[in-house]
């Protein structure tokens, strides 16, 4: 019984270890949200389309689900022209 107690102490010394997690440094959790932080150089070529401008495209999607408009496309033409301005940004051209 010695023994099985032994191997239950080191498995959870070693769980415990296990479960530390590095944390990113404060300014890159949101310390600085409301600002456009836009990668550069050869970040901004690994950047994928659908993890940049994620607040404009939520408002054009939300503009063009909700309008009550003949044409929302036209209604909502300044958030579609955000949104294609902010991925502009990152080098992707949109029609």
Aim: hydrophobic share 35%; proline share 6%.
């Amino acid at each position: 019984m010695y023994y099985y107690q032994s191997l239950q102490a080191a498995d959870t010394e070693h769980s415990m270890a296990s479960k530390f997690i590095s944390m990113p440094p404060a300014t890159a959790t949101g310390a600085n949200m409301g600002q456009d932080v836009k990668p550069a150089g050869e970040a901004a070529a690994k950047v994928k389309p659908c993890c940049v401008c994620k607040d404009e495209k939520a408002s054009r999607d939300e503009c063009m689900l909700f309008s009550n408009a003949k044409d929302p496309q036209k209604d909502c033409a300044s958030t579609i022209d955000k949104y294609k301005s902010c991925m502009a940004g990152f080098g992707f051209q949109l029609p």
